[in-house]
């Protein structure tokens, strides 16, 4: 696609449902981030994918917090259970060549998440 | 650790003026880069600028520019000539390791007509 492409744009769930958070790459990024933003803070990694593999988990904030990806393309951020605290924006972004310092990431518009 | 600081929560300039957003990290790297990324109300943060930092030169974008202090491990960012468009939440981020992208917690600039 043209750009990074998250959906849902909005979700609002009640505490204890599970939800599922879904990110389109530009096609050919073999790198995939997940990002979470609270609200008025900075970015908060998450996990890292190299094409379907994730080298580093080191960001997820709990075992309910999970993501899949398959190949070089779509990830799914799943939340079980989810608290009130899981509320924010996560971000999703890819970049071209991994592993390499200088690249420019490319972001997608995120998806805001309410938990009441 | 690495650590990436903006000490300026919200910042405001008169459309047409400059201002500078401060950003300071922390690390023992010599080699490395920074970023600043925009974000706007749409959320999708956007590359401003990015600096390398073994090169003396500072960076420059059309109206934008960095002032970047290697030994004070210090990297501004200056918007010249500002727009009602660049209203939005800048972020400065330093990729630690090879894909640990490392963000402040932003800084909103408010454009005043």
């Known amino acids: 696609g043209a750009g990074v492409s998250q959906s849902p744009s909005n979700k609002v769930t009640e505490k204890g449902k599970d939800v599922e958070l879904r990110c389109d790459p530009i096609?050919?990024?073999?790198?995939l981030y997940w990002y979470r933003q609270r609200l008025g803070q900075g970015l908060e990694f998450l996990i890292y994918?190299?094409?379907?593999?994730?080298?580093?988990k080191s960001g997820l904030p709990s075992d309910r917090f999970s993501a899949e990806r398959t190949g070089e393309s779509v990830s799914t951020l799943t939340i079980q259970r989810t608290q009130q605290e899981d509320s924010a924006v996560y971000l999703c972004?890819?970049?071209?060549?991994?592993?390499?310092?200088?690249?420019?990431?490319?972001f997608g518009s995120g998806t805001q998440l309410s938990v009441l | 650790a690495q650590t990436v600081t903006q000490s300026q929560p919200e910042m405001s300039v008169q459309e047409a003026e400059t201002v500078t957003l401060s950003c300071t990290y922390d690390?023992?790297?010599?080699?490395?880069?920074l970023f600043w990324y925009k974000q706007p109300p749409s959320r999708q943060m956007i590359l401003v600028i990015r600096?390398?930092?073994?090169?003396?030169q500072n960076a420059t974008e059309n109206r934008f520019s960095v002032n970047f202090q290697k030994a004070a491990k210090s990297f501004s960012l200056k918007i010249s000539d500002s727009q009602l468009g660049d209203a939005a939440m800048y972020f400065c981020?330093?990729?630690?390791?090879?894909?640990?992208?490392?963000f402040g917690t932003g800084t909103r600039l408010k454009v005043l007509a």
């Open positions: 972004a890819s970049s071209l060549i991994p592993g390499v310092d200088n690249e420019k990431l490319f």
């Open positions: 981020a330093y990729p630690s390791g090879t894909y640990k992208y490392i």
């Open positions: 994918f190299q094409g379907n593999s994730a080298p580093d």
């Open positions: 096609s050919g990024h073999t790198a």
């Open positions: 600096q390398e930092a073994y090169k003396q």
């Open positions: 690390t023992s790297e010599s080699d490395y880069y």
